[in-house]
């Protein structure tokens, strides 16, 4: 799940960047006049934006999973490993009263899955062919059932929302910093278009070094519902079926992966490889230990 997060966060950060870019090249700025800033202004314009970016990367999250991961969507399964994984997704998301989402899978040999879209009765799941592979059906069922909870607890939405807020403080702080930084440049009348163009480019600087920070907290948030979702899995799965799945990964990190298919992450379902504490900020998915352990203590 954890390069679909990149991507959300990424497409999120292009389109704020983007916007911001057309409005200043065009001087849609209402918020900026000759008496300095209107804080309301500038407020409602950051909402407005800020929100309108996370909600475009919510509507595109599967579109952009689909063809950015190469995801092969099943309409009429093939064998029957494809229809044994269609008939246990159509099970799960019966017990968690969702719509049957669409299934896919994708060629990868990291042991991945992941759960994305909009709507909890319009989703998609996809599992990588190295999941399939080195998964037996219990571990598999685990790991199903931890993207069904992940669509079922809505956590797209609440993760966009989350994003919508942190954009509005972003873009309004962004402006606030880029102004200051204006006016400290501007040295008299004759400069004020230099200041101008100061402005936007300062404001877009601003914008992606506070994206990055928000994205920190969005990421935290990611990690959090890790947990929320193990859990929910035990509930539709089993306990038993979910640690497994957990110590199966384990061991499928523990051997590694050939260098050369190695992602900078071993997370869609699983974890950032990430050991330091600054590494672990930038994370979106807790150690498998720390989630193993909370399992432990569900009853």
């Excluded at 990055?212 to 990421?219: G, K, R, T, Y």
């Excluded at 672990?280 to 998915?285: K, N």
């Amino acid at each position: 799940m954890g390069k679909r997060i990149i991507l959300f966060l990424l497409t999120n950060l292009a389109v704020i960047v983007v916007a911001s870019f057309i409005l200043n090249l065009f001087n849609v700025t209402p918020y900026l006049n000759q008496k300095g800033l209107n804080y309301q202004s500038l407020f409602i314009f950051a909402l407005i934006f800020g929100f309108a970016g996370a909600f475009i990367s919510l509507l595109l999250s599967k579109t952009m999973a689909i063809y950015g991961m190469g995801v092969k969507r099943i309409e009429n399964p093939r064998n029957q490993y494809e229809s044994q994984l269609m008939a246990t997704i159509q099970n799960l998301a019966q017990k968690a009263n969702i719509g049957m989402p669409e299934v896919g899978i994708y060629d990868s040999p990291e042991p991945n899955a992941f759960a994305t879209g909009w709507n909890k009765n319009k989703a998609l799941v996809a599992v990588s062919t190295g999941l399939l592979q080195n998964m037996n059906p219990e571990e598999l069922n685990g790991v199903l059932g931890h993207e069904i909870s992940h669509i079922s607890n809505g956590d797209m939405v609440t993760m966009t929302l989350l994003q919508g807020v942190l954009n509005t403080f972003v873009i309004f702080f962004a402006r606030i910093a880029a102004f200051v930084v204006a006016q400290f440049l501007q040295r008299d009348e004759e400069n004020s278009s230099i200041s101008t163009m100061t402005y936007w480019l300062v404001s877009m600087a601003f914008e992606i070094v506070f994206g990055i920070l928000a994205s920190i907290v969005v990421l935290a948030f990611s990690r959090w519902r890790e947990f929320r979702a193990d859990a929910g899995s035990s509930r539709l799965v089993s306990k038993s079926s979910m640690i497994a799945a957990l110590n199966r990964l384990q061991q499928l990190t523990a051997k590694g992966v050939p260098e050369d298919n190695r992602a900078p992450s071993l997370a869609t379902f699983k974890i950032s490889d990430q050991k330091s504490r600054f590494g672990r900020l930038f994370a979106s998915h807790p150690p498998l230990e720390e989630r193993i352990a909370a399992l432990e203590r569900v009853k």
